[in-house]
């Protein structure tokens, strides 16, 4: 392989493929959802300004990937020295550049196509706080308001602000509050050289083990909310309900054991926790429009 090739390679590495899944059941499906609510149609969603809405939120997230790697060199050169960064093959100045090209992208964009200042206000407001959150040692409050605040900019610059936007933000607080429970305990290593203020470094990774469901129970409550709120058909009860004990699941499995074999189990768990109930507001909203 190629410089350039090897190169082209460690960028694309930064940009977390891997998370891209993720990235559209946590922040594309509520909004998804929160334009059907507002048409009546899925139809509505497929159109050039949603898509570029869609975009514009990619490439923000993505740019925020590379700026978390850049100010976390020091943790990943301990827990995961093969990055891109801690390895060398992307300096910090190109890794600083190409987010900044990202991050302009995306807000950009978004301004562009909806021309609504208080929904591109919130888009910004959204990756500021994820990026404070990189940058102050992972305060994870401001993770779980960047990713909470996402579907609220969408609803603003669609409708009016409404319940619908209050359930569809505490669903995404929460479950990234409950997703930073084993990932934390994970990067304790990491965290301490560096002394990140983590959950887990603050707490010691016994006790933050013990309190994952005061973050969970809040997220499963909120889930079903959204059943009542909508008047969702069952379908999606059924995968909000698998979604909601695979997350308390994911929190009551590391009480007893944080060793690391439990610990990514829960982190897979809490993350299938989330693609159930996404699947199921999909799934609702598929045969509300078609069927």
Known sequence: MGKTQKKLVAYIELLRPGWWPACF??????GMLAIFWNSGSLD???QLKTVAWAFAYWISVVGIYVFN??????EDAVINP????PSGRVTKKGSLIFSLILLTIGVVLWWFTFKNPLSSLIQLT??????????????????????????????????????????????LFFWELTLDVPENILHFEGDVKV????FATLLGRE????????????????????????NMSYIYLFFALIGSLLLLHSQLSIRKSIAPMHLGRSLGLVMFSIFMINIGIISYMIVQTYL
């Open 195 to 198: 002394h990140p203020q983590t």
């Open 82 to 85: 093969k990055r891109p960064l």
């Open 44 to 46: 509505e969603f497929i």
């Open 207 to 230: 006790k933050f083990a013990k309190i994952g469901l005061i973050f969970a129970i809040p997220t499963v409550i909120t889930a079903i909310w959204l059943f009542f709120l909508l």
């Open 126 to 171: 959204c990756i500021g706080l994820i990026a404070i959150y990189s940058a102050t040692y992972k305060n994870n409050f401001l993770l779980g308001l960047g990713a909470g605040l996402i579907p609220v900019g969408v609803w603003i610059a669609f409708a009016p602000f409404s319940l619908v936007t209050v359930a569809l933000f505490l669903l």
């Open 69 to 74: 790697d850049l100010v976390g060199i020091k």
């Open 25 to 30: 059941f946590i922040g594309l499906t509520p």
